[in-house]
Nanobody, 125 residues
Framework: QVQVVESGGGLVQPGGSLRLSCAAS????????MGWYRQAPGKQRDVVAS???????NYADSVKGRFTISRGNAKNTVYLHMNSLKPEDTAVYYC???????????????????WGQGTQVTVSS
């Protein structure tokens, strides 16, 4: 019902920049918030940044001042602008949409978390 697709990962040198893109699509009643999470090998998945439908943003302490989450002009799209990248930023980055779908009977479904497939970001010289 709701699909989430990320793009934009890759290999970058320390100090470099990348921009990740994410779009939520499908039968959507409302997207309440979207966010970026990351998971390094052997570690848990942690939140990096999030933005609500009202525009309120939150960031993990480790990325404050370096990463910026923003909404795109297209509906239900977000970007993660990553600057001054460090080797410890290396991880698989996942986009999340906190959304309520419209089910096949045209009724609003329960609010749920929807995840993308992840995109690899590697920071290395």
């Amino acid at each position: 019902q709701v699909q989430v697709v990320e793009s934009g990962g890759g290999l970058v040198q320390p100090g470099g920049s990348l921009r990740l893109s994410c779009a939520a699509s499908g039968s959507i009643f409302k997207v309440y918030a979207m966010g970026w999470y990351r998971q390094a090998p052997g570690k848990q998945r942690d939140v990096v940044a999030s933005i609500t439908s009202g525009g309120t943003t939150n960031y993990a302490d480790s990325v404050k001042g370096r990463f910026t989450i923003s909404r795109g002009n297209a509906k239900n799209t977000v970007y993660l602008h990553m600057n001054s990248l460090k080797p410890e930023d290396t991880a698989v980055y996942y986009c999340n949409a906190d959304a309520a779908p419209i089910n096949p009977s045209s009724m609003t479904g329960p609010r749920s978390d929807y995840w993308g497939q992840g995109t690899q970001v590697t920071v290395s010289s």
